[in-house]
């Protein structure tokens, strides 16, 4: 957990706090978007090459499946994927407060 303390020298710590809320609501939205659609197309390759993306990362890594634009593209969405659900953590256990 990551605690956000907020101070204002001009009184305005309710407008701040609300602010800063508002842009980590908006940021969350947007990951959970971008996810969603990263999912989707996931989903295709998963369903073209009837393997899933844990199976294709690892023969991937392995050099077991040739590198090609869907398999290049497969392996960039699913570090997307990871790297926004990172992320997506990461805003979600921040707490901000009034000093």
Do not use: H, P
Not at 26 to 37: G, S
Not at 50 to 74: A, C, H, M, P, Y
């Amino acid at each position: 957990m990551v605690t956000i303390n907020v101070k204002s020298t001009s009184g305005e710590t309710e407008i701040i706090k609300r602010l800063l809320s508002g842009g980590l609501k908006e940021e969350k939205r947007r990951i959970k978007f971008a996810i969603e659609i990263s999912a989707s197309k996931i989903k295709k390759y998963e369903e073209k090459y009837g393997i899933s993306t844990s199976v294709f990362t690892d023969k991937f890594k392995n050099r077991e499946i040739e590198e090609s634009d869907d398999t290049f593209n497969w392996w960039a969405e699913e570090k997307l994927v990871n790297e926004l659900k990172q992320k997506l953590s990461i805003i979600e256990n921040i707490e901000i407060c009034q000093s």
